[in-house]
């Protein structure tokens, strides 16, 4: 088969790996906007997005004006597959077995793929090293496409004092030196030592009008407002590149931050740097790619839903195909809600890495693969999870906190242990999720299904608060029945906004829908209300709040049934405070 000569940049579409490390007869599809990795550790994440960076050549200062500034202010930039076997003692071939092609990769705008082989270093710097390199047909002239592509590693997660205090790397370097018999690299490990012991400010940064556009994103995030004339870039050779500031509110700049709000700024200012890219280059293709490991790392779960929602709009506005590794139940099931392209690894008996397909990648699935492999891992955080069929199901249960958390008077302890909830979109039947509760029985997970279902708590099933009926059936009927024969109730009062007339039209249109279904097709009727309540959420929102303050004793009841199961699964997440029933 011949290649068609790649002379334009693509973005990376599909990989598929024959033979690497663990990952063997393996298909990854790839979005050309937002992709999650996720998976139990050594799942060989962190190798696919140097797979990625891989499948790439740099760009020239000729092609971008932004090329310099970009490369020399972030953190790491064009790095290839043999950073990876940099600290290996001895040489790992990592498809032992296999020869010839271990990877394919095929580019957005092309119809075939090009072959990836191992070629194995020979000098004595690199005698344990190899590479991947492309396979072109003989004579071709063909070479790798070009594009800039940011690596945001875990080494951005070290402070600024573990830097100053790095014996581990002068072991390394000491350790090397004396395997070393030629001058010029002896003189090269020294100029390294002493590059290594001194931070320094670099000149580069960015234009001041992307720093306007940072200093807006930061302060969305984390309400810091960083002045723009002290901003200056640091980079701390061999481990990182951060940025050094001061913000309008005393005693706040880049060194009193925490890890986290240093973690955010440093993926804030890659993203801005490749919209400068975008709007700079003079290549056709504009388009560049961010990759970052641990995107969840020291990040709250707000804060990681902020992030994804900047990557979705700049992804968009700008052509960057985004790939992050991450652990986070929380991030997944925005990226889920989303629908951006979720890629979960999981292990199969400690030799095979398997993937999930797009449809089982949901957060249920992925939180019970997790869960049954890992619970460290997820748990890190300490959250509970608890499970609910549909998104109906969570927006309710999140209206229902609400309540709780306006009603400190009466349910003084949940705004301490509400951070611990983590609820789950299912997608699931409610027979599945109850097998699947009771097969997870030693985890810290419990479910929540409607009211028409029966609750179990010898096995963690209760149900939401309201009549035996589904969550939209309930709110249609408490209208039609409470709140539309009675004109004097407070709810005519407080929402002058909402009339008789207008809440008729949207009911009448449902009672019409429903006539048009046979009485015993469940189904029918269940898909009716739910495109309904998907159609009409924010009336939906208004009615369920107006019942829960009318069903003061309903709610407690849902309460207490809530505070028996945080009790029953809250040791199993390392949480050993107790929540009181009302």
Known sequence: MTI???????????????????????????????????????????????????????????SSPSFTIISKSNEKWNPKIENLTKGDKQYNDPAIGTE????????????????????????????????????????????????????????????????????????????????????GSIKLLHKIKEEISNSKITKQKLPERYLLKLQEIYKSV????????????????????????????????????????????????????????YETTSLEDKSSILLIDELDATLHPNVQRKILNIFREYSQRYQIQIIATTHSLSLLESAYKKKDNIIYLR??????????????????IIASQLLAQDRSEIYRN??????????????????VFQYYLINKEAYTSFAKFKRFFLPIVAKLGCGQLRDMTTKMSSWAVFA??????????????ITL?????SPEKMIHRYYAEELRLNSESNFWKEMLDVSIEKLDD??????????????????KIRDVYKQHFQDNKDIYEILFRSWMHEHPDEMRSFYNDLSIMFNKVADNAGIYDRMEQV
């Open 465 to 469: 608060p309201g009549s035996k009926m």
């Open 506 to 523: 949207v009911f009448s249109e449902l009672e019409n829908l429903l006539a048009q279904c046979q009485e015993n097709d469940k189904k």
């Open 382 to 399: 300490k959250y509970i999870a608890c499970f609910v069929e549909d998104e109906e199901a969570k927006c309710l249960l999140d209206l």
């Open 222 to 277: 984390t309400r810091h407002f960083i002045e723009i004339s002290d901003f200056t870039n640091i980079s701390m050779p061999y481990i990182k590149k951060r940025v050094d500031f001061k913000t309008q509110k005393e005693g706040i700049d880049s060194n009193t931050i925490s890890s986290g709000e240093d973690n955010l700024m440093i993926i804030l200012y890659a993203l801005v740097s490749l919209s400068y890219y």
């Open 4 to 62: 068609p000569c790649l002379k334009v940049e693509y973005l990376i579409k599909k990989m598929y790996i024959h033979h690497y490390r663990k990952l063997r007869d393996i298909e990854i599809n790839f979005s050309r906007e937002v992709n999650i990795i996720s998976g139990v550790n050594g799942a060989c994440k962190s190798s696919i997005l140097y797979l990625v960076c891989n499948a790439f050549q740099d760009i020239t200062k000729k």
């Open 448 to 461: 929540i299904l409607d009211q028409d279902e029966k609750k179990d708590l010898s096995n963690r099933i």
């Open 100 to 183: 010839g092609s271990l990877l394919e990769i095929e580019y957005y705008g092309q119809d075939t793929s090009l072959p990836f082989r191992r070629h194995n270093g020979k000098g004595i710097l690199e005698k344990d090293r190899y590479r991947l390199i492309p396979t072109y047909p003989r004579g071709s002239g063909m070479s790798l496409p070009m594009k800039p592509r940011i690596y945001l590693g875990t080494s951005r997660l070290s402070t600024f004092s573990e830097f100053n205090s790095s014996p581990h790397l002068f072991e390394y370097i000491d350790e090397l030196e004396n395997k070393l018999t030629d001058e």
């Open 347 to 364: 292990e199969i008996g400690g030799e095979k890495i398997a993937l999930l397909t797009q449809e089982q990648a949901n957060p249920s």
